[in-house]
């Protein structure tokens, strides 16, 4: 019986100590894409970006109700995850 507490203890401390390694890590890339995306949005003032052609083809699907399509394109057309699709999507 307390070895099988021990051992419990000890897996759960590991797995505890690895939820914060990664969290810590998550976070630590979390302020990084920050600041890159500040970056980006300032050089962007003094460049001419030309938008991407997929985004003609999904307002127009968006505009004829057809979201989900719109989505299914865009995760397609771009290799995004669901979510990312979704997002991009509606900030369009």
Same mark, same amino acid.
């Given at each position: 019986?307390?070895? =099988?507490? %021990?051992i *419990?203890? &000890?897996?759960?401390g ?5 939820? $914060?390694? &990664? ?12 600041? %890159? =995306? !500040?970056? &980006?949005a300032?050089?962007?003032? !003094? ?6 052609? &997929?985004?003609?083809? $999904?307002?127009? %699907?968006?505009?004829?109700?057809? =979201? ?10 771009? !290799?995004l995850?669901?979510?990312? *699709?979704?997002?991009y999507?509606?900030?369009?």
């Amino acid at each position: 019986m307390v070895w =099988t507490l %021990l051992i *419990a203890g &000890i897996v759960l401390g590991c797995v505890y100590g690895f939820y $914060l390694l &990664i969290n810590e890590r998550l976070k630590r890339m979390e302020t990084r894409m920050d600041l %890159l =995306t !500040g970056k &980006i949005a300032s050089l962007e003032k !003094g460049v001419d970006v030309q938008e991407p052609e &997929i985004n003609r083809k $999904l307002r127009g %699907l968006m505009k004829n109700g057809e =979201t989900v399509k719109a989505v299914r394109e865009a995760r397609k057309a771009l !290799g995004l995850s669901l979510l990312e *699709a979704k997002q991009y999507v509606d900030g369009l």
